[in-house]
């Protein structure tokens, strides 16, 4: 039942987006022709004396048909609202370059530029709006028991909990577990329908939708078993890999002739438009901030040099992309002193100067770094880099520490806004960090850009200075021996 709903929906949608988009199409060629240029208000006159009805269901069709290819049509349980959107607006660029291409080949010099940016816009508007609103009416239709996957889990093991448990925490999804195959019952996964053996039994009625199979290592041998019954009885099968722990959340494969690799740690600055699209950020941002924070650096540079003897800016090797030594610059907020490069600052430190404290307040002692993100050691966006004293520490204590050296270090990033800052959990920051290398999109950088300027330039550190004795504790340390706070 599930498939013919499902068959169904992908009907309706499709009809719906080429309604929307010749709606669109109609709408925009009104604005533009009809009431900004002629100051004609009557849409019906209008579009019926431009002949604008015929080009705009052919560019419905055309547009749904870039949606297939698009892989728009489908099934969007688990995909995010951002992901659907961010596709929407790469299929509709593709498809205003096709018309733009096609008026060109054929000489159509009797079609206005206006007409199609106000197209793009609308078109776009009008299919995400209607996108939102089938996620929120599906969406609370499965939380009423309607439209539901209806799933047999084959396995009784810890990932066929976790998987049951993720089911549970999210009604949205709706799915419906009918119970478990597995070679012993066990308590608390749901009804037990027999063994491995009786799977074909059970799958040969229509009364299930898919079949999840999270065998334990030990029970690998049953797999060839499984798979087969399931192909007989032509039921639709995901699996769950025994070393599910160890893939990221957008694994890629690679096949080398009847051999299938599957990347471990596939990330989307992998992709070379990806990361030229990230360094063109941050040039521009750079220099536009070197600019705009020129004035504060002046003020800044004149307080150190007056506040203690010693250099203006403090230069400290960190450890960047692809485990490569660079020197990172920020202004000197302390006296100089012997444990620069191994020592733990907290909120009460001798070591900072008056005029340090207030510069690490509010993030000025960082400024310098925009020179790094010029030169290429940084970016705006990423991890927090870490002397190489603490990285040897750390990579022997915190599980996939080092993954994070897989892009360049940032000046602020995914953990910094989410709150691990100074003196916080390391695995915490680390768990951040990963998520944000295998989620990377332009977009998340600028949300994070926008949660630092709101939220996360000023730190707690206090303005006057103690006499606490540091004493390391889960902190990173960060330049001028300070806990990573993380010093944007």
């Known amino acids: 039942m599930i498939r013919k709903n499902q068959r169904l929906l992908n009907i309706v949608n499709c009809l719906l987006d080429i309604s929307l988009i010749a709606l669109a199409y109609l709408l925009a060629v009104w604005l533009w022709l009809g009431v900004y240029r002629d100051n004609l208000i009557n849409p019906a006159v209008f579009l019926l004396r431009t002949g604008a009805l015929v080009p705009a269901v052919c560019y419905g069709v055309l547009m749904a048909a870039i949606y297939y290819a698009f892989k728009l049509y489908g099934s969007f349980r688990f995909s995010t609202l951002l992901d659907e959107t961010v596709a929407l607006l790469k299929a509709n660029l593709l498809g205003l370059l096709l018309i733009g ?3 060109f080949i054929t000489r159509e010099v009797n079609f206005s530029r206006g007409v199609l940016a106000l197209f793009y816009v609308f078109s776009t508007g009008l299919v995400v709006a209607k996108r939102v609103t089938v996620r929120t009416i599906l969406r609370h239709f499965r939380m009423l028991g309607y439209n539901l996957k209806h799933v047999l889990i084959v396995g009784n093991g810890r990932l066929a909990f976790e998987y049951l448990d993720s089911l549970r925490r999210n009604p949205q ?7 478990y195959v597995a070679a012993s019952e066990k308590p608390g996964l749901g009804k037990h329908l027999g063994r491995y053996e009786d799977l074909a039994d059970l799958l040969s009625g229509p009364a299930v939708d898919e079949v999840i199979v999270a065998l334990e290592p030990h029970e690998t041998q049953f797999m060839n078993a499984i798979i087969a019954s399931c192909e007989k009885q032509g039921a639709k099968i995901r699996i769950i890999p025994f070393y599910n722990d160890f893939i990221p959340s957008r694994p890629t494969v690679d096949v080398i002739g009847s051999v299938k690799l599957i990347s471990i740690r596939t990330i989307p600055l992998d992709n070379m438009l990806n990361a030229a699209l990230k360094r063109a950020m941050d040039v521009v941002g750079s220099l536009v901030l070197i600019v705009l924070t020129s004035p504060i650096m002046l003020f800044a540079a004149i307080g150190v040099r007056l506040s203690s003897p010693g250099p203006i800016l403090f230069r400290q090797e960190r450890v960047g992309l ?7 610059y920020k202004f000197r907020s302390m006296r100089v002193n012997a444990s620069q490069d ?7 430190d001798p070591r900072k100067t008056r005029f340090g404290s207030l510069i690490r307040k509010c993030s000025i002692d960082e400024l310098p770094q925009f020179f790094n993100v010029l030169k290429g050691d940084m970016s705006l966006i990423g991890p927090r880099p870490e002397i190489p004293h603490f990285v040897e520490q750390f990579k022997e204590t915190v599980p996939l520490y080092m993954v994070k050296h897989q892009v360049r270090p940032g000046i602020t990033g995914w953990a910094q806004v989410n709150g691990f800052r100074g003196d916080t959990s390391i695995e915490g920051r680390i768990q951040c960090d990963i998520w944000y290398i295998e989620n990377w999109s332009i977009f998340l950088d600028i949300k994070i850009l926008f949660m630092t300027v709101f939220g996360g330039l000023f730190n ?5 200075t103690g006499h606490a004795a540091p004493s390391p504790k889960s902190g990173q340390a960060g330049p001028d ?3 990573d706070k993380p010093d944007q």
Request: aromatic share 12%.
């Open 101 to 103: 291409m096609t008026l």
């Open 173 to 179: 999804y709706g799915y419906n577990v009918l119970g």
């Open 322 to 328: 692809n485990k490569k030594l660079f020197t990172m």
């Open 342 to 348: 191994t020592g733990w600052t907290q909120n009460a």
């Open 460 to 464: 707690k550190e206090k303005l006057q």
């Open 481 to 483: 021996g300070k806990p």
